[in-house]
């Protein structure tokens, strides 16, 4: 056994050591003579200890009257009774092992490992996951990987996390349990479905709802979902089922819309640590809140990213200068509502690790009022276009384009997507559109015929997209949710649901 010494602020040292199974921790001052600390220690453990000496190298007696800066160096003992303590001053270790949770540990979501290293970079720790039937039972290590993910075959178990290095004591974390079952949480991921083929790319688009838009006690804002109490609105209800139902399907690729830092940096990145991610936020109101891209690290290689602001593509140097200009010219009050209603985008430029097959990323969260349908649509095509420049620049690749379109299948922005033109409406506007603007990308739908994609109390409809360009195939598309779990409640988000948008899931051959 070990005793571990450390020079803190303001000529402090901080002592720490086990005796009987019990962590004893002292804070003293580095000037306090070894004899006052003894008769500290003798004190706090009464009668249940004879004598506390320290010993130097050579196992002598260190005076008393020397102070604790001295004394306490490594290569000295600390007795107590007959066991010698080595003291250790200032060294590497691990101090701290805890399971962090980003809610209640049940089965389907992710613990991961909260670790505090001193001198010891955190790369060299290595993890050691073990479950038993009971909190005091024999332990099993099931993994070492830095997180663990909580399937079926732990349900009911207890569950400890142990942490070592080389020349590192081993430290284990409070033991936590037994793994909840959770019927909700059972339902969510019921839809989940094995891939069809190893050749094909799962790609998910998924609009989370920001939390910004619920009605929380510590937020006390409108209450957009009044049919949803408020535990199942609230961020340690929904943000780790969110990142666990991305889990479940197991994409390659993953689209998110309404994604805020706090979901991103303390959820999605840490229960989803296979997958590097992009965030990108803008002010919407009072609060930041964007668009996202996660994919696969064993699955690719980043080559480049870019977010894409709309519509200034339409006056800066580039592809769209010369349709801005003449928009600008021809309908000045178009652009003017076009410019105050900006809209994010992300681009990502993918190289599969297995093929060598580059990809397309596009990711968007376009204007949901239909009154300006047409600044929608041109948005866009600006993405398009945007798209297809990066094609073009980083040579030949396949495109998925992803997002909460906000438009349904009359709209504008579904004929451009579907047919790569717009049809004539009579008005000057309508009628430029169709005889001057073209989709550049050829795409597809990859979404099938979903019975809803958002669902609401007073809106339910499909209005999130998967495409992906026409040469691509879509070889499955996982099954809409069941319409029996949607009903249970007026809208979503609900027990079950925990967003208003159902994720889209689709298997797509780009090979």
């Not at 920001?210 to 009044?226: G, L």
């Not at 945007?386 to 349904?408: I, T, W, Y």
């Not at 299948?409 to 001057?436: I, M, N, W």
């Not at 015929?449 to 499909?462: G, H, M």
Request: proline share 6%; hydrophobic share 35%; net charge neutral.
């Amino acid at each position: 056994m070990n005793v571990i010494v450390r020079p803190i602020p303001k000529g402090r040292l901080s002592i720490s050591f086990w005796w009987k199974n019990k962590l004893n921790k002292f804070e003293r001052t580095e000037v306090e003579p070894v004899g006052d600390f003894l008769k500290r220690l003798k004190s706090r453990w009464k009668d249940d200890v004879k004598s506390v000496t320290v010993l130097d190298s050579s196992r002598n007696p260190i005076a008393h009257s020397l102070c604790l800066s001295t004394a306490m160096n490594s290569g000295n003992y600390l007795c107590v009774d007959k066991a010698k303590l080595n003291i250790l001053f200032d060294p590497p270790a691990i101090e701290k092992v805890e399971i962090y949770k980003a809610a209640s540990h049940f089965v389907g979501s992710c613990l991961f490992a909260n670790v505090t290293t001193v001198k010891v970079d955190k790369e060299d720790v290595l993890y050691s996951w073990s479950v038993s039937e009971t909190n005091d039972g024999d332990f099993v290590e099931v993994s070492s990987l830095p997180y663990l993910y909580l399937s079926t075959e732990f349900d009911g178990k207890y569950v400890r996390l142990s942490c070592h290095s080389q020349g590192v004591d081993v430290l284990h974390s409070k033991t936590i349990g037994p793994v909840e079952s959770n019927p909700s949480f059972a339902r969510l991921i019921s839809r989940a479905r094995p891939r069809p083929s190893p050749v094909t790319t799962r790609v998910i688009s998924y609009n989370i709802l920001a939390d910004s838009y619920m009605e929380t006690r510590t937020k006390p804002v409108i209450n957009h979902f009044p049919w949803c109490p408020k535990k199942f609105q609230a961020r340690a209800y929904r943000e780790p089922r969110i990142a666990a139902e991305i889990r479940a399907h197991d994409p390659d690729i993953v689209c998110m819309q309404e994604v805020e830092g706090h979901a991103f940096d303390q959820t999605l990145q840490q229960m989803l640590p296979e997958y590097c991610g992009n965030l990108r936020t803008v002010m919407k109101g009072r609060n930041k809140v964007g668009c996202c891209i996660f994919y696969k690290r064993s699955q690719y290689h980043e080559l480049h990213y870019e977010t894409v602001e709309l519509p200034q593509e339409y006056s800066s140097e580039g592809s769209l200068t010369e349709l801005g200009k003449t928009l600008a010219e021809k309908f000045p009050e178009f652009m003017a509502d076009i410019a105050i209603r900006p809209i994010l985008s992300q681009i990502l430029f993918l190289k599969s690790t297995a093929t060598g097959q580059n990809l397309v990323v596009g990711n968007t969260h376009l204007f949901w009022n239909p009154e300006y349908a047409k600044v929608t649509f041109l948005h866009a095509h600006a993405l398009c276009t945007k798209l297809q420049d990066v094609r073009e620049k980083f040579g030949n690749a396949r495109v998925v384009l992803c997002g909460d379109m906000n438009s349904q299948t009359t709209s504008l922005v579904h004929e451009y997507f579907t047919c790569g033109r717009v049809q004539p409406d009579g008005t000057e506007l309508g009628d430029f559109f169709a005889s001057k603007i073209q989709n550049p990308l050829s795409l597809k739908l990859a979404r099938g015929e979903p019975n809803f994609t958002n669902y609401t109390a007073d809106f339910k409809d499909v209005i999130d997209y998967v495409l992906c360009d026409s040469q691509s195939q879509v070889v499955a598309v996982t099954p809409s949710s069941d319409l029996t779990d949607l009903e249970r409640s007026e809208g979503c988000p609900s027990e079950i649901f925990p967003s208003d948008h159902l994720p889209i899931i689709s298997d797509i051959d780009f090979s």
